[in-house]
């Protein structure tokens, strides 16, 4: 018999793992629920790290406004806060990529085998609203985000499964590897039955993540050849 050519899906998160928005997200929330409700700060007290936007919207309904959405409202404001998001994003003077993220993901996109999707909890347009900025769209043809599922676990398998049709290629569960900045991306990982990658480029410290047991831990992307020793990606 032939030997199978190695076959690797990278699944990346998206904030404080690709790029950084400088608050854009949170404020564009707050802008979304003041001008809907007449609630101002909506998130505060709230963390959203991690968590997928429906979820957020869920929880300023349910600890800020006291109720649950009617039938239809939540889908209402998935469907109309892309455009309280894209003034924001655009106007963001903390935005930035994460360092050496485009060199990395340039190098990952030319490796035979390998290939590249999301799995965020952003909306789809979200997302890709964040990602235009800095022209990173190019590397993920494909993804999972929250427009799928509110649910973490479920929104990674609606990814790898949409990424299997959009490649024409099958991928097993040891050969998913999803990269993410916080303990959730881990769960979610783990929870999938996927192989977790965590990287310390966003706001939670190293030893949290790594006191969350990933597969896999990286300081950063300043050494791409570390990557792909350690995830053998060649």
Request: include cysteine.
């Amino acid at each position: 018999m032939g030997r199978v050519p190695k076959r690797k899906l990278l699944v990346f998160d998206l904030d404080g793992t690709l790029l950084v928005t400088g608050g854009a997200g949170k404020r564009a929330i707050e802008d979304l629920f003041l001008k809907q409700y007449g609630l101002a700060g909506a998130l505060e007290g709230i963390e959203g790290r991690g968590k997928t936007d429906p979820a957020i919207f869920l929880e300023v309904f349910e600890r800020k406004m006291k109720r649950h959405p009617r039938p239809g409202e939540l889908r209402h404001l998935t469907r109309i806060f892309p455009s309280f998001l894209k003034p924001r994003v655009r106007a963001s003077r903390g935005y930035r990529m994460i360092d050496g993220i485009k060199d990395f993901l340039r190098m990952l996109s030319r490796l035979p085998g390998v290939y590249l999707a999301l799995g965020t909890g952003n909306l789809e347009k979200g997302a890709r609203i964040k990602l235009s900025r800095s022209k990173l769209n190019r590397f993920f043809p494909v993804g999972g985000f929250s427009t799928d599922s509110i649910k973490r676990p479920e929104l990674l398998r609606k990814g790898v499964a949409k990424a299997m049709r959009h490649y024409r290629r099958r991928f097993r569960k040891h050969e998913v590897f999803i990269i993410g900045d916080t303990r959730r991306d881990i769960a979610a990982a783990r929870a999938c039955g996927y192989r977790s990658v965590a990287v310390a480029t966003g706001p939670v410290s190293g030893s949290e993540l790594r006191a969350a047991k990933p597969d896999f831990y990286f300081n950063d992307y300043a050494s791409p050849q570390r990557w792909i020793k350690r995830l053998k990606l060649v």
